[in-house]
């Protein structure tokens, strides 16, 4: 799909992954919807002829309101990008169930729902992109991640079935799973904080929000099934499929060391 002329509504837009593919995509000039729910942030983040819309995606009545308006204001939705989301780096066994709600509700349910908002526009419209940002997390679970892994597999699983269901209508489906991203998400979790062992996979698999958002919009415009960025992380994911019990124990080992 080219992105010129194209009606982009992108989640968690006011910083990191989602504030860089609304300049992404406006460069190759889509026409642009953000959404997020601090508003004066989201008006510091947006071009001089995008659309504002806040709202917390994990109310129903906002996650419509903000497809309706976007709707009413373009006329068409032609690119979903879910972004927004959170992390929690409590043990899976202590962690709080209000928190881990709270955590499904944004990374995959708000997902999801957004997706059926805009799945008929896009079916009347005869063609559409979905993009949903999981995470390299989302093909090999970090221990000191464990939640959030969970929720982005979710998610990697309902791009794949999404697809299938959706591509005879015209509606492609994409996955995006980045490694590390240079952003402010670390400063947003619900709960805990990285150990200091994951320092080096940092590095290693480290991209900027702006690196990532190009490789997004470079996937969109071939129809790309799934985005791993950096292309490195294939080797992690790799190694995981082959060497399952050796990463685990070098995963554990990193987990272990920071508690």
């Known amino acids: 799909m080219r992105l010129a002329g194209k009606v982009a509504l992108i989640t968690g837009a006011s910083e990191?992954?989602?504030?860089a593919c609304a300049r992404a995509f406006r460069a190759r000039g889509s026409r642009i919807a953000l959404t997020a729910r601090n508003e004066s942030k989201l008006r510091g983040a947006a071009g001089e002829n995008d659309f504002v819309v806040s709202g917390d995606?994990?109310?129903?009545?906002?996650?419509q309101r903000v497809v309706a308006e976007t709707l009413a204001h373009f006329g068409r939705v032609d690119i979903l990008v879910n972004n927004a989301?959170?992390?929690?780096?409590?043990?899976?066994?202590?962690?709080?169930?209000?928190?881990?709600?709270?955590l499904f509700e944004l990374n995959f349910f708000a997902p999801l729902r957004m997706t059926q908002l805009v799945a008929p526009i896009m079916r009347r419209q005869q063609a559409g992109v979905v993009v949903n940002i999981s995470s390299i997390a989302g093909k090999v679970t970090l221990p000191w991640f464990t939640l959030y892994s969970a929720s982005k597999y979710a998610l990697c699983s309902l791009s794949d079935g999404l697809r299938m269901e959706l591509r005879r209508s015209g509606?492609?489906?994409?996955?995006?799973?980045?490694?590390?991203?240079?952003?402010?998400?670390?400063?947003?979790?619900?709960?805990?904080k990285s150990p200091a062992g994951v320092g080096g996979t940092r590095r290693t698999f480290a991209i900027t929000a702006d690196e990532c958002a190009a490789a997004i919009a470079r996937g969109i415009e071939r129809e790309?099934?799934?985005v791993l960025t950096p292309r490195s992380g294939w080797l992690f994911v790799l190694a995981?499929?082959?060497?399952?019990?050796?990463?685990?124990?070098?995963l554990e080992r990193i987990y272990y060391a920071s508690r």
């Not at 989301?85 to 709270?102: C, S």
């Not at 509606?171 to 805990?192: E, N, R, S, W």
């Not at 995981?240 to 070098?250: C, I, K, N, T, Y």
């Open 16 to 19: 990191g992954i989602g504030e």
């Open 57 to 63: 995606l994990t109310r129903e009545e906002d996650r």
């Open 85 to 102: 989301g959170i992390g929690v780096y409590a043990p899976a066994h202590e962690a709080p169930m209000d928190q881990t709600r709270h």
């Open 171 to 192: 509606i492609h489906v994409m996955k995006v799973c980045p490694g590390y991203v240079d952003t402010q998400f670390q400063a947003h979790v619900l709960a805990g």
């Open 224 to 226: 790309a099934r799934t």
């Open 240 to 250: 995981e499929r082959l060497f399952p019990g050796l990463v685990d124990a070098q």
